[in-house]
């Protein structure tokens, strides 16, 4: 595996990785890396409603179409989204099963809450 670092920008970092296969693991830590970006996130959210082409999402953001792009390619990458050409646009489309592994992850601090609001209901309870 060959990871290659570019710079962008003083603030952003363009990686790619070369020679490796996608394993659940890998899979895995792109999308919570995909998912931790308030933008891609936003992005997520419109393309939920529906497929997008990237210039109406391009929209709903104040960054370049070009970066908006580029926060798409990573939600790609992740297997969150798909890409379609359709004439000459580039329309993305929801692929949520990734997100799975955010819920399973989630998931396993459910019991933490469900145990604290127990406790809180109990000690509610013999305050009356």
Not at 30 to 50: E, K, N, Q
Not at 72 to 87: D, F, M, S, T, Y
Not at 96 to 107: C, D, G, I, R, T
Request: glycine letters at 4%.
């Amino acid at each position: 595996m060959v990871r290659i670092c570019l710079p962008l920008t003083s603030k952003h970092i363009l990686t790619y990785t070369i020679g490796m296969k996608r394993t659940e693991e890998t899979q895995q830590n792109d999308v919570f890396h995909a998912i931790s970006d308030p933008t891609r996130r936003g992005l997520l959210d419109l393309i939920a409603r529906g497929s997008q082409p990237v210039k109406v999402l391009a929209q709903e953001f104040d960054m370049t179409r070009p970066a908006i792009s580029q926060h798409l390619r990573v939600l790609v990458e992740a297997g969150l989204i798909v890409e379609k050409k359709v004439g000459r646009e580039h329309h993305y489309q929801l692929q949520a099963e990734p997100l799975s592994y955010v819920h399973n992850w989630v998931q396993q601090y459910e019991r933490f809450w469900y145990d604290r609001l127990e406790l809180l209901g109990k000690h509610l309870d013999m305050m009356e």
